[in-house]
C-alpha cells in the first residue's frame, strides 16, 4: 500500500524559505514520478512542480523560479525547496505520486499546511 508523509511546513514571514519533505513507502519509488501540489482556502488543487523519474521537472507558472523540486531515490524522498515565499502560497501542501505507466497521480499524502504572513 502507497503511503505518502509530508512533513516541514509552518508559518513563515514573506520572503522567507522553507523546504517542505515527503517520504513515500510501498512503491518503487525510483519508477515513479512525484511532484507536489497545493489548495487554497476556495480554490481547486493545482499544480506546484514535478520531477519525473529521469529527473525532468516542471513547475507551475507562478513559481517564477522561486521553488526547486528534488528527488533523493536512495531514501524514497521528494523535497520542495520554497524561497521568496509570498502570502498567496499560503495553501495545503500535498505530495502527489505517479505510478510507472499510468497517466495521472493518484496517490497522495495527508498534506501540511504552509502559512505565509507577517
Known amino acids: 500500500q502507497v503511503q505518502l508523509v509530508e512533513s516541514g511546513g509552518g508559518l513563515v514571514q514573506p520572503g522567507g524559505s522553507l523546504r517542505l519533505s515527503c517520504a513515500a513507502s510501498?512503491?518503487?519509488?525510483?519508477?515513479?514520478?512525484m511532484g507536489w501540489f497545493r489548495q487554497a482556502p476556495g480554490k481547486q488543487r493545482e499544480l506546484v512542480a514535478t520531477?519525473?523519474?529521469?529527473?525532468?521537472?516542471t513547475y507551475g507558472d507562478f513559481v517564477k523560479g522561486r521553488f526547486t523540486i528534488s528527488r533523493d531515490n536512495a531514501k524514497s524522498t521528494v523535497s520542495l525547496e520554497m524561497n521568496s515565499l509570498k502570502p498567496e502560497d499560503t495553501a495545503v501542501y500535498y505530495c502527489?505520486?505517479?505510478?510507472?505507466?499510468?497517466?495521472?497521480?493518484?496517490?497522495w499524502g495527508q498534506g501540511t499546511q504552509v502559512t505565509v504572513s507577517s
Open positions: 502527489g505520486m505517479k505510478p510507472y505507466g499510468k497517466d495521472v497521480f493518484n496517490s
Open positions: 510501498g512503491i518503487i519509488f525510483r519508477l515513479a514520478a
Open positions: 520531477v519525473t523519474r529521469g529527473g525532468t521537472t
